[in-house]
């Protein structure tokens, strides 16, 4: 699909879609979330490009929602299947929805709301969608522990640009790398000249290092993975809890996953663990450890008493010695056993082994000191080879890691992308069944529904009573007020609104003809000025001179002029869109007036009360067809003619036949 062809898309939006790395499959899938990471498109925006691009490609001329109320009906229907998603991409999905006169868009939708509307939703998928948002790409990645070393100036240059994750540093010999290595948990020369050569430290000979970076940055591979790790364990989560059929073997992905912690770190090894315990305790531990020699040698020196001749004190005290040499000579063994007692602590309490533990028992001399001290500079190297066996290792994991999951990114990408996708068909499937709605049948004239609830009203949606209503050609509504003529309206509206977008409508049944547009006027405040009438007759010019599909939809058009005026205007209004085959109710109080004034039979369907109860009317909320509705009046003074015997009651209402 040309981006620039899409209406609405200019060069400038269609350069910033095109920095993304496949937008004609984001545009094809109606990938709002996605569509709306393009440089300055905001996801109202986004959702915008995307509908347009689906009517591109279903050749829909687009403008079905001709009016302001039209437009409201729809975004409160968006409202109520929006809610039902549990993920935001879910709810901006939802915004490509929209009410098409393109056969073919309406049945692409309805192929998916039919199998939407045979899911079963329960509390465990819902739960695991919870965790589930698009798969976002990885910062940039840096490693710090690893470097690359070269002699060359070319090589270096090469290498910066095929592996930027790493530090490449310059030497000029074998000592250079010695030098590095001090530095550096690993280095790699990437000289060939370097093979053979002897250096402390864990310095590797690979030449070709650069053309295999998954080997030497295995984070490369696994910062994708880390930083998408919860969401695609909780598309894991959502596929183990619903009949979706995987990509991938869920628990080999799930295992491989647990071996990342979030910030591409390894996690559940216990050698790594315990070095990053060993690391994190090391301070600690030596402090620990000189408190249990020194507790130790306290005790032994309150319990001796040393006995000293008086020659050898005057010849320690003419020598300047201190208490150490004191400790050298008569305390010999307890401070052994004191030092003893620190090593074994240090190395226990780290749980070090072999190799580290010899290391770690030299931070406590033997040279006899009170009280006892460690030596940094072997506690300091304790932790270097602490620090790099820990890297080393976490290096060698992540490569197997690496190795794994490398090739997994396609399963990982399916399996978010079908979980998210699956909260838009369950959203679609539980507005269904909260609304009790049906698939409508297309079929060739008018609409006809049975027991429809409109979403609109204002009362709870099980208490709504059910309406059978039926439009073929013009029609005039007529009732009692609050009888329920704007509800009829609205029912209407939101039914073909929802059926044109494809999706099932709240109704027992429902059948309607493909309409090209919805013309839906709301109920208009009080008696319009010169200019605002003249512009609402224009407005109605427009109206009747469309199509003979368009459905229209009119409240109480009447108020915007004296009643004289309107019966005429609305009677002309009629006449023009009945001689277009247009598909039109106009909800009004001069039925009557407007049935003598139009040129042609109007139909005038009415919302009977078929009573008072305790003042209170008793309505019939289904229209009776072909049928002039006595109003509320009328009503009130039919009763009291009935009630009383006064004639004057009678009088009123022979004015009424
Ligand atoms: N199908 C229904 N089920 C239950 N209650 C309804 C139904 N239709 C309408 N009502 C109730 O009746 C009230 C009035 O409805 P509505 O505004 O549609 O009447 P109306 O005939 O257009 O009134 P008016 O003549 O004053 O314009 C609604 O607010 C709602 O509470």
Not at 228 to 253: E, G
Not at 348 to 359: I, Q
Not at 534 to 546: I, K
Not at 593 to 600: D, G, K, L, P
């Given at each position: 699909?040309?981006?620039?062809?899409?209406?609405?898309?200019?060069?400038?939006?269609?350069?910033?879609?095109?920095?993304?790395?496949?937008?004609?499959?984001?545009?094809?899938?109606?990938?709002?979330?996605t569509?709306?990471?393009?440089?300055?498109?905001?996801?109202?925006?986004a959702?915008?490009?995307?509908?347009?691009?689906?009517?591109?490609?279903?050749?829909?001329?687009?403008?079905?929602?001709?009016?302001?109320?039209?437009?409201?009906?729809?975004?409160?229907?968006?409202?109520?299947?929006?809610?039902?998603?549990?993920?935001?991409?879910?709810?901006?999905?939802?915004?490509?929805?929209?009410?098409?006169?393109?056969?073919?868009?309406?049945?692409?939708v309805?192929?998916f709301?039919?199998?939407?509307?045979?899911?079963?939703?329960?509390?465990?998928?819902?739960?695991?969608?919870?965790?589930?948002?698009?798969?976002?790409?990885?910062?940039?990645?840096?490693?710090?522990?690893?470097?690359?070393?070269?002699?060359?100036?070319?090589?270096?240059?090469?290498?910066?640009?095929?592996?930027?994750?790493?530090?490449?540093?310059?030497?000029?010999?074998?000592?250079?790398?010695?030098?590095?290595?001090?530095?550096?948990?690993?280095?790699?020369?990437?000289?060939?000249?370097?093979?053979?050569?002897?250096?402390?430290?864990?310095v590797?000979?690979?030449p070709?290092?650069?053309?295999?970076?998954?080997?030497?940055?295995?984070?490369?591979?696994?910062?994708?993975?880390?930083?998408?790790?919860?969401?695609?364990?909780?598309?894991?989560?959502?596929?183990?809890?619903?009949?979706?059929?995987?990509?991938?073997?869920?628990d080999?992905?799930?295992d491989?996953?647990s071996?990342?912690?979030?910030?591409?770190?390894?996690?559940?090894?216990a050698?790594?663990?315990?070095?990053?315990?060993?690391?994190?305790?090391?301070d600690?531990?030596?402090?620990?450890?000189?408190?249990?020699?020194?507790?130790?040698?306290?005790?032994?020196?309150?319990?001796?008493?040393?006995?000293?001749e008086?020659?050898?004190?005057?010849?320690?005290?003419?020598?300047?010695?201190?208490?150490?040499?004191?400790?050298?000579?008569?305390?010999?063994?307890?401070?052994?056993?004191?030092?003893?007692?620190?090593?074994?602590?240090?190395?226990?309490?780290?749980?070090?082994?072999?190799?580290?533990a010899?290391?770690?028992?030299r931070?406590?001399g033997?040279?006899?000191?009170?009280?006892?001290?460690?030596?940094?500079?072997?506690?300091?190297?304790?932790?270097?080879?602490?620090?790099?066996?820990?890297?080393?290792?976490?290096?060698?994991l992540?490569?197997?890691?690496?190795?794994?999951?490398?090739?997994?990114?396609?399963?990982?990408?399916?399996?978010?992308?079908?979980?998210?996708?699956?909260?838009?068909?369950?959203?679609?499937?539980r507005?269904?069944?909260?609304?009790?709605?049906?698939?409508?049948?297309?079929?060739?004239?008018?609409?006809?529904?049975?027991?429809?609830?409109?979403?609109?009203?204002?009362v709870?949606?099980?208490?709504?009573?059910?309406?059978?209503?039926?439009?073929?050609?013009?029609?005039?509504?007529?009732?009692?007020?609050?009888?329920?003529?704007?509800?009829?309206?609205?029912?209407?509206a939101?039914?073909v609104?929802?059926?044109?977008?494809?999706?099932?409508?709240?109704?027992?049944?429902?059948?309607?003809?493909?309409?090209?547009?919805?013309?839906?006027?709301?109920k208009?405040?009080?008696?319009?000025?010169?200019?605002?009438?003249?512009?609402?007759?224009?407005?109605?010019?427009?109206?009747?001179?469309?199509?003979?599909?368009?459905?229209?939809?009119?409240?109480?058009?009447?108020?915007?002029t004296?009643p004289?005026?309107?019966?005429?205007?609305i009677?002309?209004?009629?006449?023009?869109?009945?001689?277009?085959?247009?598909?039109?109710?106009?909800?009004?109080?001069?039925?009557?007036?407007?049935?003598?004034?139009?040129?042609?039979?109007?139909?005038?369907?009415?919302?009977?009360?078929?009573?008072?109860?305790?003042?209170?009317?008793?309505?019939?909320?289904?229209?009776?067809?072909?049928?002039?509705?006595?109003?509320?009046?009328?009503?009130?003074?039919?009763?009291?003619?009935?009630?009383?015997?006064?004639?004057?009651?009678?009088?009123?209402?022979?004015?009424?036949?």
């Amino acid at each position: 699909m040309e981006l620039s062809a899409i209406p609405g898309v200019g060069a400038k939006t269609a350069d910033a879609l095109a920095e993304l790395d496949d937008p004609e499959a984001a545009l094809r899938a109606g990938d709002v979330a996605t569509l709306s990471r393009a440089p300055g498109v905001s996801e109202g925006r986004a959702a915008r490009i995307a509908r347009a691009a689906i009517r591109t490609e279903h050749d829909d001329p687009g403008g079905f929602l001709a009016t302001d109320r039209a437009r409201e009906v729809y975004r409160a229907m968006l409202d109520e299947l929006k809610a039902r998603t549990v993920t935001d991409y879910g709810a901006k999905r939802m915004e490509t929805f929209y009410p098409s006169a393109a056969q073919s868009r309406i049945e692409e939708v309805r192929t998916f709301a039919e199998r939407a509307m045979d899911r079963t939703v329960s509390e465990a998928v819902l739960d695991a969608l919870a965790g589930v948002e698009p798969l976002t790409d990885p910062r940039d990645v840096s490693v710090r522990d690893r470097c690359l070393a070269t002699t060359n100036g070319e090589t270096y240059a090469t290498a910066r640009e095929a592996i930027p994750e790493l530090p490449v540093e310059v030497v000029d010999d074998a000592r250079g790398l010695a030098d590095l290595a001090r530095g550096y948990s690993t280095v790699i020369a990437l000289d060939e000249t370097f093979a053979g050569v002897e250096v402390d430290g864990d310095v590797r000979v690979e030449p070709n290092a650069l053309s295999n970076p998954v080997e030497v940055v295995p984070e490369r591979a696994l910062a994708f993975f880390a930083t998408n790790r919860d969401r695609i364990r909780a598309a894991i989560a959502v596929h183990r809890a619903t009949d979706l059929d995987a990509p991938c073997d869920l628990d080999a992905l799930e295992d491989a996953l647990s071996g990342l912690t979030g910030d591409g770190g390894i996690a559940g090894d216990a050698e790594v663990d315990r070095l990053a315990t060993a690391l994190d305790d090391l301070d600690a531990a030596v402090g620990m450890a000189e408190n249990v020699a020194n507790d130790r040698l306290r005790e032994a020196i309150e319990e001796r008493d040393v006995t000293i001749e008086g020659a050898d004190l005057l010849s320690l005290v003419e020598r300047g010695a201190g208490v150490d040499s004191l400790l050298s000579r008569e305390l010999a063994d307890e401070y052994a056993d004191a030092v003893d007692a620190a090593r074994d602590h240090l190395v226990e309490s780290l749980d070090l082994d072999t190799g580290e533990a010899e290391v770690a028992r030299r931070a406590f001399g033997d040279e006899p000191t009170y009280p006892v001290d460690h030596d940094e500079s072997v506690v300091s190297r304790l932790r270097e080879d602490l620090t790099a066996a820990k890297e080393r290792r976490e290096t060698r994991l992540k490569r197997e890691l690496a190795d794994e999951l490398a090739d997994r990114r396609g399963d990982a990408e399916a399996l978010v992308g079908a979980a998210l996708e699956l909260d838009v068909a369950l959203a679609v499937a539980r507005f269904a069944d909260d609304y009790d709605c049906t698939l409508p049948t297309f079929a060739d004239e008018g609409v006809a529904i049975e027991g429809g609830r409109s979403l609109l009203l204002d009362v709870p949606h099980d208490e709504a009573d059910p309406v059978d209503y039926g439009i073929e050609g013009v029609a005039l509504l007529s009732g009692v007020n609050s009888g329920g003529k704007t509800s009829t309206l609205d029912l209407v509206a939101s039914v073909v609104v929802l059926a044109q977008m494809g999706l099932p409508v709240p109704a027992e049944s429902v059948r309607l003809q493909r309409f090209s547009s919805l013309h839906y006027h709301a109920k208009t405040q009080g008696t319009l000025d010169a200019g605002a009438f003249e512009s609402t007759v224009r407005e109605f010019a427009d109206v009747a001179d469309g199509g003979a599909d368009s459905l229209v939809l009119v409240d109480e058009l009447e108020s915007i002029t004296e009643p004289g005026a309107s019966a005429k205007i609305i009677a002309g209004i009629l006449e023009a869109l009945d001689e277009n085959g247009a598909s039109a109710v106009f909800v009004s109080h001069l039925a009557g007036e407007i049935r003598e004034t139009a040129n042609f039979e109007v139909t005038v369907d009415g919302i009977e009360a078929v009573g008072l109860v305790d003042g209170e009317l008793v309505v019939n909320r289904s229209p009776v067809k072909d049928h002039l509705a006595r109003s509320t009046p009328e009503l009130i003074v039919e009763k009291l003619a009935g009630e009383s015997e006064a004639t004057f009651y009678d009088r009123l209402l022979e004015k009424f036949e």
